[in-house]
């Protein structure tokens, strides 16, 4: 009995030995990399493992966008790691970079930043490991990991972390939620991970108003005193299969493109009484427009490549476009007949579309900034085009009447950023506040995809010129010619 005893305790100790070892070596290839939050969501199409500090990047060499042979073997943890600037940016925060990745192709200078003690983990007790603990996880010392939009380094037993503005931080949301601003804020994953800068540089794009846009004329006059509009109207309601849902521009910098493809889709239709319906493609503006793609845009160009050069549908030429897939060369041609008419002189992109038809609109024109005039404009002939100035709180709107807060008012001015968007508007309505005051509002769509805002439209005060929404409206006539 009593060797029984010895033997069953032995098997037990070598039991609990090998378990453990396995368990903790898995820890180690699959957990120093990423907080548990992360895990619960992975879902990236390259395996992920913990890195240690080395010279990859810096003697290799760092790529643009995605490129699957940017890579380099990583011995210590048999794994291979990457040197493109795919390898942080997946959308559910997943990273695969060379250990000095961030130092040589991201300049983030880890060592500068602020350093944080760890309380001591009690997940192991029986082992006094170096490392460092976050939620309950042990990292191995010299590991990296991503939290929101900063790097941590684990460095001598504690947490090395840049400390970045992000776009989507929790405080903001609940102060926004808590106050009485007259709209809700949400947290949306596909911001999560993006600093407040990269968040203005990669989801807006379009160039201020230029000299040539400013000095337009605006259609004036074409509203007597006693016309009356009704309180409520969207443009969708009174042409239902004619004014198209907003689409997703991702991390690129091309409301100019999206808003424009837009307006001149749904007033193509409109003019043309449905005998031409489809939605336009803005991938058509952003890769055969001669312009900054990716990098912004102006919507004065976009309305005269529409108007000189016209483009082909949304299906034909479909939306490909990120930050991720770097440069996409035009895919489409045309020439012009004697009657100035465009015909495509290439298949579409996507083959399994037949029609290559190209549309066209008539010059632009602009609105004046009398809200009345633009009401006008957009009840008679459809949708418009507005250029608005965006703050740091608009990419967190979820619901409700949107004007810029104060929360961040007393924040550093790093917190606190703006600029140029541009957005369709179709319509407009008015609500009571919770001071019994009437609230009128513009409903515009933005071109953040549908899980934004109010499923991808948003509403804001009008009359006030909120945001600077009512001081830039253009929008053209659709050219119809068969």
């Known amino acids: 009995m009593f060797y029984k005893s010895k033997l069953l305790l032995l098997c037990s100790f070598f039991t609990y030995y090998f378990t453990f070892k396995g368990f903790a070596y898995s820890r180690n290839v699959m957990v120093n990399l990423y907080s548990p939050e992360e895990q619960n969501t992975f879902r990236g199409t390259r395996e992920k493992r913990a890195l240690d500090i ?6 290799s060499g760092c790529c643009e966008s995605r490129n699957d042979e940017c890579s380099l073997p990583y011995f210590r943890k048999n794994a291979t790691c990457y040197c493109d600037f795919f390898c942080d940016q997946e959308s559910v925060r997943h ?7 961030w130092l040589a192709c991201n300049g983030m200078d880890l060592p500068k930043t602020h ?11 029986p082992l006094n490991r170096k490392g460092c603990f976050k939620d309950g996880s042990h990292y191995e010392d010299e590991s990296i990991m991503k939290e929101n939009c900063n790097y941590c380094n684990c460095l001598k037993n504690q947490w090395i972390c840049t400390d970045h503005v992000c776009l989507v931080r929790a405080d903001i949301i609940e102060d926004i939620n808590a106050g009485n601003f007259g709209w809700k804020a949400e947290n949306y994953s596909q911001f999560w991970g993006l600093t407040l800068e990269k968040g203005f540089k990669y989801r807006l794009g379009t160039l201020p108003p ?6 337009m004329n605006q259609m004036t006059n074409r509203v007597s ?12 309601y009174k042409w239902p299969e004619y004014v198209h849902g907003p689409l997703d521009q991702k991390n690129c910098a091309a409301s100019w493109a999206f808003s424009t493809a837009s307006v001149a889709a749904d007033r193509i239709a409109i003019h043309s009484d449905g005998r031409f319906t489809s939605n336009l493609s803005p991938q058509n503006l952003i890769s055969c427009n001669v312009q900054n793609g990716c990098n912004g845009g102006s919507i004065d160009s976009a ?8 483009l082909v549908s949304h299906a034909c030429y479909p939306y490909i476009m990120d930050t991720n897939n770097g440069y996409v060369a035009c895919n489409m041609s045309s020439i012009s007949d004697k009657y100035g008419k465009s015909h495509a002189t290439k298949q579409c992109p996507n083959h399994i579309e037949d029609s290559n038809y190209i549309y066209q609109c008539s010059p632009p024109y602009r609105i004046s900034s009398d809200e009345r005039e633009i009401m006008k404009e957009i009840i008679e002939n459809g949708p418009v085009q507005a250029v608005m100035q965006v703050h740091e709180d608009f990419f967190l709107y979820k619901t ?22 541009s957005v369709k508007i179709i319509g407009w309505g008015a609500l009571r506040g919770s001071d019994g005051n009437k609230q009128k509002f513009w409903i515009a769509a933005n071109s953040w995809g549908r899980s934004w805002g109010e499923n991808g439209y948003f509403r804001i005060l009008r009359g006030q010129n909120e945001c600077g929404i009512e001081n830039m409206i253009i929008t053209a006539w659709g050219h119809i010619i068969p």
């Open 95 to 101: 990273i695969d970079c060379c250990p000095d990745f």
């Open 303 to 310: 309305w005269w490549f529409l108007r000189k050069r016209g």
């Open 225 to 236: 005193s006693d016309e009356e509009f009704p309180l409520f109207f969207i443009a969708s």
């Open 210 to 215: 230029s000299s040539a846009l400013l000095s």
């Open 400 to 421: 409700g009447i949107y004007k810029h807060t104060d929360v961040l008012k007393n924040k550093p001015e790093e917190y606190q950023m703006s600029g140029t968007h």
């Open 115 to 125: 350093a944080t003690n760890m309380p001591p983990s009690t997940i192991y007790p």
């Open 54 to 59: 080395d010279s990859y990047c810096g003697k």
